[in-house]
């Protein structure tokens, strides 16, 4: 600082901003604990506790549900506007969680000739973690908590490479192989069955801020494969059903059902239902 003044009115102005962003203490490594005790108790794989008893599981219910009540309570201050509801409905909602990641991890195990087991793809696959998580954070944001499922999706985004808003519709059985680069937007749907390689962008074609609440993002039908380093953009392109998306691809348009699309987005219909398209990479 060049003057005494100048120090003083820097930390005049640092106490400013320190009151009007009164976030709760430490909300992210909250949030973070917060996720990592949620899969503690959906999967044995990350608990360090041994204790299966009923009672056990009713108290860890308890703890999660009154941390989430905390971590809302703390964020009301800064988000007064946001009413989300109650954290009873997202404990409610933990057994459809579990029961979809059941499903994609099978899938990933099937879909992948190098899973030995479905437990190597639970402890080991960065792609079945950032699932999870976004499976977590949906939850949280389809109930209305404010800021909490950003911090979780971006949490798993530094662990894995893998970048799913929490807004974004993932259906059933769905299958990451390596899984770096994947990007998912908020808008984007997803059926079931659908598998996506390292690399690929479900984004949107435009940024502007005045298009925030617009469908942004592609909507990829049932059993579709996308390869590696594909990118598929904006709110009305449709990827049929049971399509294949091949490496490094550009669409921007519908692509009907039973198609493959080259790397230049050519695009062809497959000769027949059972043609075999699902390489592994």
Known sequence: MSSPK???DFVQKLSE????????????????SLVEEVLALLFPHFSEVSDCAGERIESELSDIESRLEVLIQGLAETYPTAHPESPSKFIAQLPDVLQALDLDAQAMYFGDPAAVSVDEVILSYPGFYAVAVH?????????GVP???RLLSEY??????IDIHPGATIGRSFAIDHGTGIVIGETALIGNGVKLYQGVTL?????????????RHPTIGDNVVIYANATILGGE???GHDTVV???????????????VGRHSEVRTRKTKEEEMDFNI
């Open 156 to 161: 798993a985004h530094q662990k894995t490479g």
């Open 237 to 239: 392109t449709i990827i």
């Open 17 to 32: 901003r320190r009151r009007s962003r009164c976030f709760p203490s430490q909300v992210r490594s909250h949030a973070e």
């Open 203 to 215: 984004g949107a074609l435009s940024v502007q801020k005045a298009l925030a609440k617009n469908k």
């Open 135 to 143: 499976r977590i954070a949906h939850v949280l944001h389809g109930i």
């Open 147 to 149: 800021l909490l499922p």
């Open 246 to 260: 091949g490496a490094s691809a550009w669409v921007t348009e519908p692509v009907p059902a039973f198609s493959v």
């Open 6 to 8: 100048q120090a003083t």
